[in-house]
């Protein structure tokens, strides 16, 4: 971990380098257009969205939320999650389309080479998203309908000492806001497996 630690700090560190020569404004400029700021920020904001929305389920996760915070926030996060949210990157997103300029900086317009290497540095973090999702389709055993179902089916264990913790608080304080700060004892895994958390992964809507 800390070679992986080091040698990700070295590369880090090369690839600011050239942000700090005479042209560095002209590729920090390129870099915060196209990578910082921009497309792919959006797209990965938006299959997180529809990733825990739509996939493990809004409604689990609004009651996962009471589990942490100890009551139930408002339904306009709920109708936010669902459909304000994505609805909005969505329209975003096609607008960026519809409404591009090329890069300039000042009155110095990039050549077309630096707007190929801009789209590339964005789909360098986007590609990953449908590309991870091909791989899994093409790489997992059964008819399309099955691996897309198994895809999309959260595959969800909380871990031993929060559920075991969270039991441990109910019975004693008949409450809880947060089991994480309750964690204490021995706990074992016959304990563990025999208790059934529902709550937090809806197995009861």
């Not at 389709?137 to 031993?160: A, D, F, N």
Request: charged share 20%; hydrophobic share 45%; glycine share 8%.
């Amino acid at each position: 971990r800390k070679k992986f630690t080091l040698g990700m700090t070295v590369f880090m560190c090369l690839l600011g380098l050239p942000m700090i020569t005479r042209g560095g404004i002209y590729v920090f400029q390129l870099m915060d257009f196209y990578a910082a700021s921009g497309l792919s920020l959006l797209w990965c904001v938006f299959f997180q969205t529809i990733a825990i929305c739509w996939v493990f389920g809004a409604k689990k996760f609004y009651l996962c939320i009471e589990e942490m915070i100890g009551y139930r926030v408002s339904m306009y996060w709920y109708v936010c999650w669902v459909f304000l949210a994505p609805a909005f990157m969505v329209f975003i997103f096609v607008f960026y389309f519809v409404r591009y300029s090329p890069i300039t900086m000042g009155a110095y317009h990039y050549p077309a080479w630096g707007e190929v290497l801009g789209f590339a540095i964005s789909l360098s973090s986007m590609l990953w998203v449908p590309g991870y999702a091909i791989y899994y389709l093409l790489s997992t055993k059964g008819s399309w309908s099955e691996v897309l179902r198994q895809g999309v089916t959260p595959v969800i264990k909380p871990r031993k000492e929060a559920v075991m913790a969270e039991e441990k608080a109910r019975l004693t304080y008949q409450d809880v806001r947060d089991v994480e700060l309750n964690i204490e004892g021995d706990l074992s895994d016959e304990s563990f497996d025999s208790y059934d958390s529902k709550k937090c992964l809806g197995e009861d809507l």
